[in-house]
DNA sequence: ATTACTAGTAAGCGAGTAT
DNA sequence: TATACTCGCTTACTAGTAA
């Protein structure tokens, strides 16, 4: 993993232009940008090449330094996570595992109220049981995230017998796989995501519990 | 100046969604994603706190972080320096001080083969004069990206007595005021922008030598 | 001017552990 | 379970200076 302090400072030769060209830059030049000293710099500049993450000629003057194509892929991603932060936030991506649940997944998506209102409101007809995944238990953070945006909501319906609850929910994505999430408006947070789709994705996807997947939520319709 | 180490931590938080919501999440969870231990999570916390840049409350159990506005205003600004990266390549900011030239752009703007090519490319004409910039060394790099983009130009021409060379030019800001730089064909890297303006910009602008400007350069047209 | 080594000091780290 | 203190160890810092 990066040094942080690495990371500000090939921010800083990437402000100056470093990724596309070559630039002219002093060991004491740059320190005054980082606020260090001079041998600070130096040997920031020494551990970025040891890494391949710049490339230096030493002239008998000044160095040149452009950042290398493994530098700039470093920044990439750092610029991508704060997208993430500040632009992004129509899709919140998770981290889990696959579980089994009770298998009332099954019993829930079979029924009518309900298949008729994910026909048209999510655009699909859900494959008979629910892809259960939980999630990295710090990720219980991000749902939060979830109760701010507006949902698709699944209207509470009757039967003869009994009354089905209405849910909260979102389109959703496994893998390359279409579907939506569902959060029953009658419970507290949990760790567990409730995956609907109108495939049968253990099959399509060959997954297994236990199997890590990514799960992206889509928060705009 | 933030430390490097807290910016990342911070930019962890908010990736949890720690700016629009308390999150909930122990020292020994933070640890994992910062890759170091559960001591070190905590004295980053601790140090955010004592800075400002979180709120935290600490609970029997799990503490709740939330980034303050002042936290999220640093990250903010990390933000837009990666968008000046890797997005905003269509104009470039320098930060220089007024000096005086030696009179000779006066004549230079004054000649109407440049004249009416000013006002035919750039759409004004030009008041008499440019307004000398002079960009900080370090800059100067910056001038290197100049290089690679498609400039406005300004063709060369002849009068009975001599001939005036062609000259590359960008449109240009000082201030609030628009404008555009000319860099001569001929010539080699400067430390000074040439700005000019259809308004008389030290007086506009209040402007005497050594006065500090920023002047931000558009690449596309 | 530079870069970068050496050496002494300061800051950061994490194991152990109190609360 | 938590958080966060102490403390010995390691890393990072800068002044001085060689090349």
Redesign the pocket.
């Known amino acids: 993993m990066m ?1 942080s ?1 690495l990371l500000q400072t090939m921010k800083e030769l990437a402000l100056l232009g470093a990724i596309k060209n070559k630039i002219e ?5 740059l ?1 005054k940008k980082m ?6 710099s ?5 551990e970025l090449d040891k890494k391949g993450m710049i490339t ?1 000629e ?1 002239g008998i ?3 040149l330094i452009q950042i290398t194509s493994i530098g700039a892929e470093v920044l990439k991603e750092e610029f991508m996570q704060y997208q993430q932060i500040f632009e992004l936030t129509d899709k919140i991506q998770f981290t889990g595992r696959i579980i089994s649940g009770m298998g009332e997944g099954r019993y829930y998506t079979e029924q009518n109220g309900y298949v008729n209102q994910f026909k048209e409101k999510l655009g699909f007809v859900p494959y008979p049981g629910t892809l259960n995944v939980e999630i990295e238990h710090i990720e219980r953070n991000k749902l939060r995230l979830l109760k701010n945006h507006n949902a698709i909501i699944i209207e509470e319906f009757e039967t003869k017998n009994r009354t089905f609850g209405g849910v909260r929910s979102f389109h959703a994505k496994i893998g390359n796989v279409e579907g939506a999430i569902v959060l029953p408006l009658r419970s507290h947070y949990s760790n567990i995501l409730e995956f609907i789709s109108h495939h049968f994705l253990r099959e399509k996807l060959n997954l297994e519990d236990g199997d890590e997947v990514k799960v992206v939520i889509y928060l705009s319709e």
């Open positions: 040094k302090y830059i002093s060991s004491l030049e320190s606020k260090s000293s001079q041998q600070t130096s040997r920031y500049l020494l230096r030493l003057k000044k160095q």
